[in-house]
Every structure is written in structure tokens, then in C-alpha cells.
């Protein structure tokens, strides 16, 4: 059974910082392309950063700066470290596999608000 369970959100504020984690079971995680989105209230879901099997990173242009996104293949992980956090930041965050299939998270909460 494919599982994408998403951890580590929840309330910061502004300028704080948080860590996503993704935990990845039911099928080759080191074949797949991982990804981060998310969908604020209101608003279409968007892509946050995405990070290949070779390792190759790529993010939206205007979260490079405060965004690093990571992957333990040995752990069957994906991150997203989140800095210098803005209340815009608010989203539900979802993490996704593409590969031999696709497969979405049920998201985590993150609320950045003072």
C-alpha cells in the first residue's frame, strides 16, 4: 500500500522557521521525483520545489531564497526546510511522488501568524 504521510507543520510566526518531513512506504522511493506544493485558502494548489532521482533541485522563483528542499533515500524521506517565514506562507503543504506512478500526501497544515 502506497503511503505519502506529511509531518511538521503548524503555527510559526513570521520570520520563523519550519521543517517538513514526507515518509514515503509502498514503492521504490529512489525512482521517483519528489515534490512539495501548496494550496492556500482560496487559491490553486502551486508548486513549492521539486527534487529528481539524481538529485537535481528546482523551486518556484520566489521561494529559492527561503526554501531548501531534501531527500534521504535511505530513509525513504523527503523535506522541505522553510525559513524567514511570511504569513503569504499559509498553506496546506503537500508532498507527491511521480514516477512508475503518481501518489499526493493528505497535506500538513502550516500557519504563519503572529
Known amino acids: 500500500q502506497v503511503q505519502l504521510v506529511e509531518s511538521g507543520g503548524g503555527l510559526v510566526q513570521p520570520g520563523g522557521s519550519l521543517r517538513l518531513s514526507c515518509a514515503a512506504s509502498?514503492?521504490?522511493?529512489?525512482?521517483?521525483?519528489m515534490y512539495w506544493y501548496r494550496q492556500a485558502p482560496g487559491k490553486e494548489r502551486e508548486l513549492v520545489a521539486y527534487?529528481?532521482?539524481?538529485?537535481?533541485?528546482n523551486y518556484k522563483n520566489s521561494m529559492k531564497d527561503r526554501f531548501a528542499i531534501s531527500r534521504d533515500n535511505a530513509k525513504n524521506m523527503v523535506y522541505l526546510q522553510m525559513n524567514s517565514l511570511k504569513p503569504e506562507d499559509t498553506a496546506v503543504y503537500y508532498c507527491?511522488?511521480?514516477?512508475?506512478?503518481?501518489?499526493w500526501g493528505q497535506g500538513t497544515q502550516v500557519t504563519v501568524s503572529s
Open positions: 509502498g514503492f521504490t522511493f529512489s525512482t521517483y521525483t
Open positions: 527534487i529528481t532521482t539524481t538529485g537535481y533541485i
Open positions: 507527491k511522488a511521480v514516477g512508475q506512478g503518481t501518489y
